[in-house]
């Protein structure tokens, strides 16, 4: 999750600004309004000083857990999942991975893709479903 801020934060000021988050979005989204940028940034912008640090960026995306109804937490989460998962099947490849990171300037082998689906994948099928990725992102914060 470092990596994903880190790459967002483009002047490397260890927070992310209105028009960081929006060029980081819109090279997912192209015809992604301002107005839906806007709410999205409100959502992760948890103490409203107009920036996201990397506490608000982690935290953000965490999942509560035991919930029935969707958190915000849980609708950006879904929304990082989707990003990842290009084709829409439910599942994050390693291809996937590697394209995203990629898009976000990182630099990393499609073996560096491999061993970061396998070490989440706990079903063993060569994939990131949505529960092992809300896995992936809680032992994240936690290691932090």
């Not at 940028?37 to 640090?53: A, E, N, P, R």
């Not at 396998?118 to 994939?127: A, H, I, R, Y």
Request: hydrophobic share 40%; glycine share 6%.
């Amino acid at each position: 999750m470092a990596e994903i801020f880190e790459s967002v934060d483009k002047n490397k000021d260890g927070k992310i600004l209105w028009d960081e988050f929006a060029e980081a979005i819109r090279v997912f989204s192209p015809q992604i309004t301002s107005e839906e940028i806007d709410k999205m940034f409100i959502v992760l912008d948890v103490d409203g000083d107009g920036q996201i640090d990397d506490v608000e960026f982690a935290s953000c995306l965490m999942v509560n857990g035991g919930g029935e109804k969707d958190t915000e937490e849980e609708v950006v989460m879904k929304e990082a999942f989707d990003l990842y998962d290009m084709d829409g099947d439910g599942k994050i490849s390693a291809s996937e991975i590697h394209v995203v990171l990629k898009r976000l300037g990182e630099k990393h082998t499609m073996e560096d893709c491999v061993v970061m689906v396998q070490t989440v994948d706990k079903d063993s099928d060569g994939f990131v479903n949505f529960e092992e990725f809300k896995i992936m992102m809680n032992s994240n914060k936690e290691s932090h």
